[in-house]
């Protein structure tokens, strides 16, 4: 029966979702939402856990062509109530894995003109984001727009990160700094002191 059910899922988004490319299998668990999936590439094994948003900014077309804009790889698992913004790029490689609640975007909404609602302002602070292979994002994190994720790195619990993580380290605190660093010498994980 559950096999039927994923079935029916997967065949629902594939007919009246129009991905950009959509894997197989991916994983649709309740409540998934997904805006402008044209522009959304999904790989194989992908899992999508309850009530997670994929979306394009409905600014999108201003930040470059009709080329995929989201991009998850193969076999990432992304956690419940996540949502994923993109507006110019947002690259998530293989093996990541994304606990629940988390927020991951590309851009900032404009705020200064006092005389008009922030959500008819437009966007600004956009650049891509890259989430490298193997990654783990804990549980609430938000990934803020020009952030570039290392390869196996892991970003702690209710961390915000506004800066770049390197390969193999553990990054946590708001804003998120690195507290360990794989070496490669010792070929063991050390404190890494700011």
């Known amino acids: 029966m559950n096999q039927l059910i994923f079935g029916l899922k997967y065949l629902y988004f594939r007919l009246f979702y129009g991905f950009y490319h959509l894997g197989w299998p991916v994983g649709f668990g309740t409540g998934v939402s997904v805006r402008n999936a044209k522009f959304i590439s999904l790989g194989d094994n992908v899992s999508l856990d309850n009530n997670v948003v994929l979306q394009l900014s409905e600014e999108y077309r ?4 009709d080329t995929p804009k989201l991009e998850i790889e193969d076999k990432v698992t ?3 109530g996540t949502v ?8 998530i490689k293989k093996n990541v894995l994304v606990s629940q609640h988390c927020f991951i975007g590309d851009h900032d909404h404009e705020y200064k ?3 008009i609602p922030i959500r008819y302002q437009g966007l600004r602070n956009v650049r891509s984001v890259v989430i490298g ?3 783990w994002i804990g549980a609430n994190v938000t990934v803020c727009s020009g952030v570039t994720i290392g390869k196996n790195s892991v970003i702690g ?6 800066e770049d993580v390197p390969d193999y380290a553990v990054a946590a605190g708001s804003p998120a700094k690195i507290i360990k660093r794989y070496d490669e ?5 050390k404190r890494h002191v700011n």
Request: proline share 0%.
């Open 113 to 115: 003109d006092i005389n």
């Open 78 to 80: 992304i956690g419940s």
């Open 62 to 65: 201003k930040y470059g062509s």
């Open 133 to 135: 292979e193997g990654a």
């Open 157 to 162: 619990a209710n961390s915000v990160v506004k």
């Open 185 to 189: 010498k010792s070929k063991t994980w």
């Open 84 to 91: 994923i913004s993109a507006a110019q790029h947002i690259l």
